[in-house]
């Protein structure tokens, strides 16, 4: 039974119709021949799919595997079980990717306060690992008898010693609070119309990024969607455009249709039809909208910033 929502309720879904034309066009491992096409979602499993992957050719590996928690995927699920298993079970695939990392290539891991124990265990044996970002994923309502969890983890760690940082690709664009002026000018800021800014290179808490909900045009029903300011972070600082970024866990697309508005170059892998679905229609849309929220004019604004721009696009009905 389809769900009933609110009238402004953007959630992506897909008609009957739409269903069964982005079923038609879904690509398996087994009908490939040789390796997977890049800008393609195809449809498998990661112990599979790695064969499909050429060495040496991947820029950015983002990976966003299930947490050590029971939870559903439409029709796949994953069970929680002990912290050794976890580990063991990361491993057994994480190192068959390896081999398609370029030497400059960068890796992005998420992961929970659990799960980075396990990842942190792994990824040291095998990679440089650069740094620990801690974004604020501000949802739910919280625990009665605990503290509520209101963050995860993204590893970044690098193949060598040789790698990619843009750092002027993501400055991010605050509020200034006590505008200080020296000799009548402001130092270190802008005035603007919009009011008062500076730019100031991003840390390692990341604080501005929405969980996508209802109201927000890139949402889907999949229970763990990454935000596709998150990725476009991830993607402008460790990528340059013609680049290719690998995610084996596609879900709904967030990475793929990140790349596509970049103008990097894509492989995807995911196990639900379903899915792949949604992400295509995503696809789809990126070729009519290129927007990300939170990221405009080259700079990442912060979370619930009203520029004038935001509300031109609320004036024409955007």
């Known amino acids: 039974m389809s769900k009933s929502r609110a009238p402004r309720n953007r959630t992506i879904t897909l008609t ?32 599979n799919a790695y064969k499909f992957i050429p060495n040496n050719s991947v820029d950015l590996l983002f990976l966003d595997p299930p947490y050590n928690l ?115 000018n402001p130092k270190d800021w802008q005035e603007s119309d919009q009011g008062n800014f500076r730019l100031t290179h991003p840390g390692n808490l990341w604080t501005d990024i929405s969980i996508p909900f209802w109201s927000m045009p890139e949402n889907t029903d999949h229970p763990t969607q990454k935000p596709e300011k998150l990725l476009a972070k991830i993607i402008l600082a460790s990528t340059d455009e013609g680049d290719v970024v690998l995610d084996p866990f596609a879900g709904s697309g967030t990475t793929a249709v990140a790349a596509k508005k970049l103008n990097r170059k894509f492989y995807a892998v995911e196990l639900s039809k379903e899915y792949i679905c949604l992400a295509n229609k995503r696809l789809d849309m990126a070729e009519e909208d290129k927007n990300i929220q939170g990221y405009q004019d080259g700079v990442f604004w912060e979370r619930n910033t009203y520029s004038l721009r935001q509300k031109k696009n609320i004036e024409n009905g955007k």
């Open 16 to 47: 009957g119709h739409e269903k069964e034309y982005y079923l038609g066009k879904i690509k398996q491992l087994r009908q490939l021949n040789g390796k997977i096409p890049l800008n393609t979602i195809v449809n498998g499993d990661i112990y």
């Open 70 to 184: 029971s939870k559903q995927f439409h029709g796949n699920s994953f069970n929680k079980t002990t912290e050794e298993k976890y580990t063991n079970w990361f491993r057994s695939w994480f190192e068959l990717l390896l081999p398609a990392l370029k030497e400059t290539a960068s890796v992005y891991i998420c992961g929970d306060w659990r799960t980075s124990i396990s990842i942190y265990g792994v990824i040291k044996e095998k990679l440089i690992v650069r740094n620990r970002i801690t974004w604020e994923r501000e949802k739910g309502r919280g625990a009665k008898a605990n503290f509520k969890n209101s963050y995860e983890d993204i590893w970044f760690a690098t193949k060598s010693e040789k790698y990619k940082f843009n750092i002027d690709a993501i400055k991010m664009k605050r509020k200034v609070i006590a505008p200080y002026k020296e000799n009548g």
